[in-house]
């Protein structure tokens, strides 16, 4: 009896779980289904085009002119990434392994922010960057990236080294004559892979995304991220929907390689980070 009735159970959280994998790509299969359309298809977007007009991506690649979005936009998002993992990770390293009253305020400090949206300092930010001069460029953009998710980071790598490195390991190595930066780099930071792998699928996805501080602190058009070019071109091309949906879809591509790489580290760093210490 008990065994039907977990088998019943599995059996709806199966066809759940169909349900919401339906309800997900459902979108994705229309956007496909528009970019490979050929101009002035007009036929349902529920039916697949016998004829694939890949063209699409390459007419949109240059009439966009997305080249020079990409790599402003890469070089934003890796530069930031970068930041966060490695002052975020050795910010977090004190906090979790120290419980002084100095690390739990400014942990609890760090969290608090969390909670504030960033678009509540985007006058004030906005006045000091143009004040000092630091409008479209790269550096503003990577340096409040950084600000706007280093908590998040700090939040996540905290809670993983607490929950899940033994300070056994961490003891063995003093032990052993290594400094606290040298067991932090030699032992602690290659067992943070998961978190770290989490914090880039979060991070960049976000930043890779950035609207509001891009149109607002990249004005110039050589400066123009991904998404700040993208909403120029499907501004200007409504009624080519193909491609629009080109457009789309080779925005999203980086994201969803990056995710599809880093996708067996996410789930596990993303809980055992979120543990609350």
């Keep these: 009896m008990m065994n039907q009735k977990m088998k019943r159970n599995q059996s709806i959280l199966t066809i759940i779980s169909f349900l919401v994998l339906l309800f997900h790509l459902v979108p994705f299969y229309i956007l496909v289904t528009t970019a490979l359309k050929a101009k002035g298809d007009f036929s349902s977007k529920w039916v697949f085009p016998r004829e694939w007009n890949v063209q699409n991506f390459s007419e949109v690649w240059h009439s966009a002119n ?14 930031s990434a970068l930041l966060l993992i490695f002052f975020g990770s050795m910010a ?6 120290r419980q002084t009253r100095l690390n739990k305020f400014f942990y609890y400090l760090f969290i608090s922010i ?50 899940t490195i033994p300070k056994e ?32 699928i ?34 200007t091309n ?11 879809i080779l925005a999203m591509l980086p994201m969803t390689i990056l995710f599809l790489f880093l996708q067996k580290y996410f789930i596990a760093g993303l809980s055992a980070g979120s543990v609350k210490g």
Excluded at 92 to 97: E, L, T
């Design 238 to 248: 409504q009624n080519n929907l193909n491609l629009v949906a080109s457009a789309a």
């Design 114 to 163: 969390m909670i504030i949206p960033p678009l509540t300092a985007l006058v004030p930010l906005y006045k000091l960057v143009v004040n000092i001069g630091m409008m479209n460029t790269y550096e503003v953009a990577v340096l409040n990236n950084v600000a706007a998710y280093m908590p998040l980071t700090i939040f996540l790598y905290a809670g993983f080294i607490r929950s």
């Design 202 to 235: 979060i991070s960049c996805v976000y930043i890779w995304n950035d609207y509001q501080f891009a149109i607002f602190f990249l004005q110039d058009k050589s400066m123009h991220t991904i998404t700040v070019t993208l909403a120029s071109f499907f501004g």
């Design 92 to 97: 977090a390293y004190p906090m979790a392994r």
């Design 66 to 79: 997305l080249g020079p979005a990409f790599v402003n936009t890469a070089i934003i998002t890796v530069f």
């Design 169 to 200: 390991l961490e003891e063995a190595a003093k032990i052993d004559g290594a400094s606290t930066l040298g067991t932090f780099f030699r032992i602690v930071f290659p067992l943070l892979k998961p978190v770290t792998a989490s914090i880039l």
